[in-house]
């Protein structure tokens, strides 16, 4: 079957502006490849394997590539795309001069052709991400974290995901009660679910992202500690507030996650705020080194004390906490 392959050159911090962009034009896959080059170090901290050679992309670019049917008109695509790209400016997201691509491929080329460097991760002292198709053996101490990403949201090995999931490790409490904003696969979900969770509410706005989450859950037998809907926070916590626990979780929780850009971040942190409990963890990645000031005074600004920052490719997480005897 042949496809329409639009190709992005530009900034690794546009990655999820611009997937995002892809998917909402109608994308049956995006592709992304970052930084291979021979100066920029691998973590293997936990012993992760790399079957993916290095490539020749410059520091801090990436390619992204989004797959669209014979049927649908690429010159309209193509010029919603460079309009809405041309737009993150305005929220000063640097896409580099973003170079665009368009040919027809066979989608023998891409469909499943990424499978083959998705192996088994050991992401953190004890989570491992493994691929569905994979065969593994854990040791007495790995918990194994399912995952079949489809196209459109990654392995769950991008270092956003990896800081996020080392820590709501150090931050799950058994029977804790969690909400995962912007789930996209759901791996945060799962992996809470599997730290003990009483129940996760996974929110995505993004019905494709719904469904792989919830096809996710129920690869890892979670359909019982993991409730999967397509809304944002807000929405999510006024439905809770009328209807009383009808996600599966009672406000305040204990731990929000959010592996969002630092951009859309900011608009929510009070919201977060009141969602947790006192004493809460928020959980925030998904921030380019160069926004992480900028999500800090936010979060201190709602009123929480920012207590550890990590830091790989680039990439930030940060863990805040609601201050006990807070409103």
């Known amino acids: 079957m042949l496809w329409h392959e639009?190709?992005?050159?530009?900034?690794?911090?546009?990655?999820?502006?611009?997937?995002?962009?892809?998917?909402?034009?109608?994308?049956?896959g995006v592709a992304i490849e970052e930084s291979g080059t021979l100066n920029k170090e691998r973590d293997t901290t936990y012993g992760q394997l790399y079957d993916k050679?290095?490539?020749?992309?410059?520091?801090g670019r990436a390619v992204i590539q989004?797959?669209?049917?014979?049927?649908?008109?690429?010159?309209?695509?193509?010029?919603q795309l460079k309009e809405s790209v041309a737009q993150l400016t305005d929220f000063a997201i640097d896409t580099?001069?973003?170079?665009?691509?368009?040919?027809?491929?066979?989608?023998?080329?891409?469909?499943?052709?990424?499978?083959?460097?998705?192996?088994?991760?050991?992401?953190?002292?004890?989570?491992?991400?493994?691929?569905?198709?994979?065969?593994?053996q854990a040791s007495p101490e790995e918990i194994i974290l399912e995952l079949d990403p489809g196209m459109a949201f990654g392995t769950g090995t991008h270092a956003t995901t990896a800081l996020c999931l080392r820590a709501l490790e150090q931050a799950v409490k058994p029977g804790d009660e969690i909400i995962d904003v912007g789930t996209g696969?759901?791996?945060?979900?799962?992996?809470?679910?599997?730290?003990?969770?009483?129940?996760?509410?996974?929110?995505?706005?993004?019905?494709?992202?719904?469904?792989?989450?919830?096809?996710?859950?129920?690869?890892?037998?979670?359909?019982?500690?993991i409730t999967v809907v397509q809304s944002d926070l807000l929405q999510a916590i006024r439905t809770q507030e009328s209807q009383g626990s009808a996600h599966g979780v009672t406000l305040p929780v204990a731990v929000?996650?959010?592996?969002?850009?630092?951009?859309?971040?900011?608009?929510?942190?009070?919201?977060?705020?009141?969602?947790?409990?006192?004493?809460?963890?928020?959980?925030?990645?998904?921030?380019?080194?160069?926004?992480?000031?900028?999500?800090?005074?936010?979060l201190v600004k709602s009123g929480f004390v920012v207590e550890s920052a990590a830091e790989e490719a680039d990439w930030v997480v940060l863990v805040a906490r609601k201050k006990a005897g807070a409103g």
């Open 6 to 28: 639009i190709t992005v050159h530009t900034t690794e911090e546009a990655i999820e502006m611009v997937s995002n962009f892809l998917h909402e034009l109608g994308a049956g």
């Open 53 to 59: 050679p290095l490539n020749d992309i410059p520091e």
């Open 66 to 79: 989004g797959y669209f049917s014979l049927d649908m008109e690429m010159d309209s695509v193509m010029g």
């Open 96 to 136: 580099g001069n973003p170079v665009y691509g368009l040919r027809t491929v066979d989608d023998e080329e891409w469909a499943d052709a990424w499978k083959q460097y998705f192996k088994p991760v050991r992401v953190s002292e004890r989570l491992t991400i493994k691929p569905t198709w994979e065969d593994y």
């Open 185 to 225: 696969s759901g791996i945060l979900a799962i992996a809470a679910a599997k730290l003990g969770a009483r129940h996760v509410l996974a929110l995505d706005l993004d019905p494709v992202a719904v469904t792989i989450a919830g096809e996710n859950t129920a690869v890892n037998q979670l359909e019982e500690q």
């Open 256 to 298: 929000v996650v959010a592996n969002i850009l630092a951009e859309i971040i900011v608009l929510f942190t009070d919201d977060v705020y009141e969602a947790l409990q006192e004493g809460g963890t928020y959980i925030t990645s998904g921030i380019i080194k160069s926004k992480q000031e900028l999500v800090q005074e936010a």
